[in-house]
């Protein structure tokens, strides 16, 4: 019982223990698991973040990869948004001269620090202007911004387009771009002026582009009443601007340089913002008679005649010349020159090959009087009735080496500007007192004009195609003309700008 007692006493306490041990696992137990739980959702958490790492780094990457792989096109036009942002500066076109007028061209382009001028012509004075020579623009703009000026490019060598610039040599010095037969010319101005040696002058050909810097000028080939004349494309950032200088159009021209259709159709169809184009003829309907058919009327003219010839015409009118001394060689006439600027002329003519003249063709005037009156023909200047000219003093007598007589048949091959009629009819009229007999262009077809008509003034508008038209050279009513012309060939109304000399013609400050 004892041993039973006591055993079962010393049992007591292990069950006990082992209670107590029991007891005490329990709740180590759960916090054991607890744990192991929190480190699962720990673990599924981190697991949850990685997976959602990666997918959005995944979405990032195909992003980058898209915007790496975006085509051209969406890039230039992202490009185009960017250049929305930048603003360009205003072109300015200023006329200081040829608007609601006859001569004295001269217009300046300018944009930001520079100058372009095309043309410097002078006019000849109406008859409210006594003791007036010659009238030039007033370059009043351009002194005052010499500093800009890069240089002066001449579409030919006409009076109205060169004669002023001797006058804006005095006030500054700037270099000159013409072409040859331009240039030539100018040469002979420039001497008589003493500015020749301190004048820089560029010979340009046709077809060639002077660049200026931020304006560039390229040099197309057209058809006028002299040789070797151009009109202008003139590129500058805002866009392309078509000047087209005297032009006509002349399938048959003497010298065969034809307008330049081709490059002339090649800038209409790259865009071209504003055509400025002669203006002179607008009024006129149909096209103007080739220079070669004036020829054709010399040629009747002289084969019947018995008289002495004298014969009237623009002194830079190369091509006129050149066929009446062609039509003097075919029937056997000697050629006498009157007016220091017809020599001249002919003289420069001759030396840079634009003129053909057979070897003892041409005489001194001084030996008119040893020629019988029938193998003698006087090519003159004084079409226009100058009061000075060779042409206007025979009429009056006061000639000191040719005096008109009945036996002499006068040919005025041009016809009189506009200003100049009261002139040349004082001239006819002096001349038939004398009893000589006198042809003008009222009475035969021997003068055709150098400057295009409607149909020719179409045909350019419709090459070119521009935005916007401004007509240039000549009186308000030609320009008006002009500018219905443009209206007809599609050119909107509100597009057509008719200016005034010194009045700026420019560009809105816009986005591009």
């Known amino acids: 019982m004892t041993n039973a007692k006591e055993n079962q006493a010393k049992s007591m306490p292990e069950r006990k223990v082992k209670e107590n041990t029991t007891r005490k696992s329990i709740p180590h137990t759960k916090k054991k698991v607890n744990n192991e739980v929190k480190e699962e959702r720990t673990k599924t958490q981190k697991r949850q973040t990685k997976q959602i790492n990666k997918q959005v780094n995944k979405k990032e990457n195909n992003q980058t990869e898209q915007r790496t792989n975006r085509p051209k096109g969406r890039r230039k036009n992202t490009k185009l948004k960017e250049d929305v942002r ?3 500066s205003p072109l300015k076109i200023i ?5 609601l007028e006859i001569g004295k061209n ?11 001028i095309v043309d410097c012509g002078l006019a000849f004075p109406t008859e409210d202007m006594l003791g007036v020579d010659l009238v030039v623009a007033d370059t009043t703009y351009l002194e005052k911004n010499r500093d800009k000026i890069r240089g002066l490019v001449l579409t ?3 009076e109205d387009h060169i004669g002023g610039i001797p006058y804006l040599l005095r006030q500054m010095n700037i270099p000159i771009y013409g072409t040859r037969f331009t240039l030539g010319l100018l040469r002979n101005k420039l001497d008589e002026h003493r500015l020749l040696k301190s004048t820089k002058m560029y010979e340009v050909a046709k077809g060639e582009t002077v660049n200026f810097g931020k304006i560039k000028v390229e040099f197309i080939g057209t058809s006028h009443s002299i040789p070797d004349a151009v009109g202008f494309a003139i590129y500058t950032p805002i866009g392309t601007i078509v000047h087209t200088g005297d032009f006509k159009i002349d399938y048959t021209p003497i010298d065969g340089q034809k307008v330049d259709f081709g490059r002339l159709a090649e800038i209409g169809e790259k865009g071209v913002m504003l055509l400025m184009s002669d203006s002179t003829n607008a009024e006129r309907k149909g096209f103007t008679k080739s220079e070669s058919t004036i020829g ?15 014969v009237a015409t623009f002194a830079s009118n190369v091509h006129r010349v050149q066929q009446i001394i062609d039509s003097s060689v075919k029937y056997g006439r000697k050629v006498a020159i009157c007016g220091r600027s017809m020599v001249k002329m002919i003289e420069t003519s001759v030396e840079l090959g634009y003129m053909n003249v057979p070897k003892n063709t041409i005489i001194d005037i001084d030996l008119v009087n040893s020629y019988p009156d029938e193998a003698l023909t006087i090519i003159t200047t004084g079409s226009q009735g100058e009061p000075m000219s060779a042409l206007t003093r025979m009429a009056a007598g006061e000639h000191k080496k040719v005096a008109i007589t009945p036996n002499d048949l006068v040919i005025i091959s041009a016809n009189p500007i506009p200003g100049n009629e009261k002139f040349v009819s004082k001239v006819i009229d002096d001349l038939m007192q004398i009893g000589a007999e006198v042809v003008y262009s009222s009475l035969a077809d021997i003068h055709v004009s150098g400057h295009g008509c409607q149909e020719e003034q179409k045909l350019m508008l419709s090459l070119i195609k521009p935005k916007y038209f401004m007509p240039v050279h000549g009186e308000y009513r030609q320009l008006i003309a002009h500018a219905e012309t443009a209206e007809k060939i599609g050119v909107p109304h509100e597009n057509i700008f008719i200016m005034k000399n010194r009045k700026s013609l420019r560009n809105r400050r816009k986005r591009s």
């Open 86 to 88: 930048i603003k360009k």
């Open 95 to 99: 006329p200081l001269g040829g608007l």
């Open 106 to 116: 001269i217009t300046v382009f300018e944009y930001e620090d520079e100058i372009i």
């Open 156 to 158: 030919h060598g006409h």
């Open 296 to 310: 054709e009327a010399f040629d009747e003219l002289f084969s019947h005649c018995r008289k002495r010839i004298v």
